[in-house]
């Protein structure tokens, strides 16, 4: 009977897996939102520039981690090792019940909504096929993790192939010259210019978000050493340019002051320029793009509550490996069976929106585990070193924390609620504690 989870995966998976979580439908409804709060062209694309950069300073540094080879459990494992094992009992309390299980809802409703364009269907007929999707990827998460991760190499193609081909039409058949034309009547609007980007940031920053996600499965890659590393930055890097490139071409089919007030804008450049046909099949890439970054999920933070269970804190089912697919078949299923029943009660709106800022107390604390184990494992090899140390891991650490900190600022209830929520787990850990 196998005990311990095949290692399958190389470079190409894991910048795969990187690049398929971060894309989910953010970079089809952001841009707008961000160019409307930042004020200005330049001021936009510059804050979506430094987003970026800082989300690659975080890769790298998790670069460092990951190649250490831990094992499974990447940032729960950071965090375990780092700051004990309390802490990180709580994100992947956090991750099981709202924020993993929470997104892979999310996802998977979004997707189903956006096939209303193409039949009519009611909200109940929407939920259920968010459902089936649900119940797709756990069937195929269960039958291997190579399989499922050729299914998800699929869909992060199409969906990146279809922004990179967006991207050039919109900007071969659109204004180039007019797209950084000056833009009025939107920007920071009361408070100071800084405040209004920093707004803008959090935005970016929410878009970029899910690379972290892929440390979850540093135990099932070949060669870690090597691979883990290049993949996470690679992948990071790719999404930076394809992120920027994407913004240019709205800008170039729309203008400024439309991309500003649009809700969907990559449906009306597209079909600005190409038609309501070309718009419709902006609607289907998005639905791949969902269902991609949420079949990601799938594959990656059961991870989580495999090592969780075997630290002897969390349920000791979701700790055994399939005797015949080799995958943590039992933590997919119950991950996935979670995430259908917050899919079929809605409650997870309610949920992501108090707790997900939570995220990132724990991927600053995640970052923050290298100054800890530069310090406590000097002499552990470390085939990969995150370039610019300390300059590079402080930055991402202080960007995780001015975010957590503005929304503790901007939306004190929801915070405290979320919060709330996330200490529910504690009782939990201190029953699961006795136990072992």
């Known amino acids: 009977m196998a005990t311990q989870l095949e290692r399958s995966l190389g470079t190409r998976d894991l910048t795969?897996?990187?690049?398929?979580?971060?894309?989910?439908?953010?970079?089809?409804?952001?841009?707008?939102?961000?160019?409307?709060?930042?004020?200005?062209?330049?001021?936009?694309?510059?804050?979506?520039?430094?987003?970026?950069?800082?989300?690659?300073?975080?890769?790298?540094?998790y670069g460092e981690l990951g190649a250490m080879d831990r094992g499974s459990g990447g940032l729960y494992a950071y965090i375990r090792d780092a700051f004990g094992p309390f802490p990180?009992?709580?994100?992947?309390?956090?991750?099981?019940?709202?924020?993993?299980?929470?997104?892979?809802?999310?996802?998977?409703?979004?997707?189903?909504?956006?096939?209303?364009?193409?039949?009519?269907?009611?909200?109940?007929?929407?939920?259920?096929?968010?459902?089936?999707?649900?119940?797709?990827?756990?069937?195929?998460?269960?039958?291997?993790?190579?399989?499922?991760?050729?299914?998800?190499?699929?869909?992060?193609?199409?969906?990146?192939?279809?922004?990179?081909?967006?991207?050039?039409?919109?900007?071969?058949?659109?204004?180039?010259?007019?797209?950084?034309?000056?833009?009025?009547?939107?920007?920071?609007?009361?408070?100071?210019?800084?405040a209004a980007l920093g707004v803008a940031m959090i935005s970016v920053l929410w878009a970029y978000e899910g690379w972290q996600y892929v440390t979850f499965s540093a135990g099932e890659a070949v060669d870690p050493q090597r691979s883990f590393p290049r993949a996470i930055a690679l992948g990071t890097g790719f999404l930076i340019v394809l992120y920027l490139v994407a913004n240019v071409a709205y800008l170039a089919a729309l203008g400024p002051e439309r991309v500003a007030a649009s809700d969907r804008v990559a449906g009306e450049a597209v079909a600005a320029l190409m038609g309501n046909g070309a718009g419709q099949l902006i609607a289907l890439v998005i639905i791949v793009s969902m269902y991609s970054a949420a079949h990601t999920t799938v594959i990656t933070v059961p991870r989580v509550y495999f090592t969780m269970a075997r630290d002897g804190v969390f349920f000791r089912k979701l700790a055994e490996v399939h005797p015949r697919y080799g995958t943590p078949a039992f933590a997919i299923v119950a991950s996935t069976a979670w995430a259908m029943v917050l899919a079929a009660t809605g409650t997870f709106e309610q949920l992501l929106t108090y707790v997900v800022f939570v995220g990132w107390i724990f991927y600053g604390l995640g970052a923050a585990s290298i100054f800890v184990f530069r310090r406590t494992r000097r002499d552990e090899p470390r085939p990969f070193r995150v370039p610019g140390y300390p300059v590079t891991p402080a930055l991402f650490v202080l960007s995780a924390a001015a975010l957590v900190l503005n929304?503790?600022?901007?939306?004190?209830?929801?915070?405290?609620?979320?919060?709330?929520?996330?200490?529910?787990?504690?009782?939990?850990?201190?029953?699961?504690?006795?136990?072992?």
């Open 88 to 194: 990180a009992f709580i994100y992947g309390w956090t991750l099981f019940f709202v924020i993993g299980s929470g997104t892979i809802a999310t996802l998977a409703v979004a997707a189903s909504n956006y096939m209303a364009q193409f039949a009519p269907l009611g909200p109940l007929q929407r939920r259920v096929i968010g459902i089936v999707l649900l119940g797709v990827m756990a069937v195929i998460n269960v039958r291997g993790t190579r399989e499922s991760t050729d299914v998800q190499n699929v869909a992060t193609f199409i969906k990146a192939g279809a922004i990179i081909l967006m991207s050039v039409a919109l900007i071969a058949l659109g204004d180039l010259g007019g797209a950084f034309a000056p833009l009025a009547g939107a920007g920071a609007g009361s408070g100071s210019t800084l």
């Open 407 to 436: 929304t503790l600022l901007e939306q004190p209830r929801q915070a405290v609620i979320g919060i709330g929520v996330v200490l529910i787990g504690a009782p939990a850990y201190l029953i699961w504690r006795r136990r072992g």
């Open 16 to 61: 795969l897996l990187v690049v398929g979580n971060v894309i989910g439908s953010g970079i089809f409804l952001v841009p707008s939102v961000v160019l409307a709060q930042s004020g200005s062209v330049s001021a936009a694309m510059g804050v979506w520039l430094v987003g970026g950069v800082l989300s690659l300073f975080g890769a790298l540094t």
